[in-house]
């Protein structure tokens, strides 16, 4: 069983940056991740897409966050990171991280990212 544990989130002023972070293991068992990404979501609102980075090193960002976020991965695809620039009241939201594995989808307990306007 993957596990997720996520960590920087926090509250932030209108502009500032922070960067999260993800670390899956599995015991001592190589993952062999295809793909890790971050979503998010706001209250009231359904769960979208952030980013995402393949093994290959291609990656999507959601329209909301592109120019601002950036995403990036350890080589053994045990970690990502989430580097926020730019931040606005609107990303306010719970972070979470998601891995791919075959044909299995994993998350994380998410981390709470609050910008002060």
């Known amino acids: 069983q993957v596990q997720l544990e996520e960590s920087g989130g926090g509250l932030v002023e209108a502009g500032g940056s922070l960067r999260l972070s993800c670390t899956a293991t599995?015991?001592?068992?190589?993952?062999?991740?295809?793909?890790l990404g971050w979503y998010r979501q706001a209250p009231g609102k359904q769960r979208e897409l952030v980013a995402t980075?393949?093994?290959?090193?291609?990656?999507n960002y959601g329209d909301a966050v592109k120019g601002r976020f950036t995403i990036s991965r350890t080589s053994a695809m045990t970690t990502t990171f989430l580097q926020m620039n730019s931040l606005k009241p609107e990303d306010t939201a719970v972070y979470y991280c998601?891995?791919?594995?075959?044909?299995?989808?994993?998350w994380g307990q998410g981390t709470q990212v609050t910008v002060s306007s």
């Open positions: 599995m015991g001592f068992n190589s993952i062999r991740a295809n793909v």
């Open positions: 980075i393949t093994r290959g090193g291609s990656t």
């Open positions: 998601n891995l791919g594995r075959d044909s299995q989808v994993y």
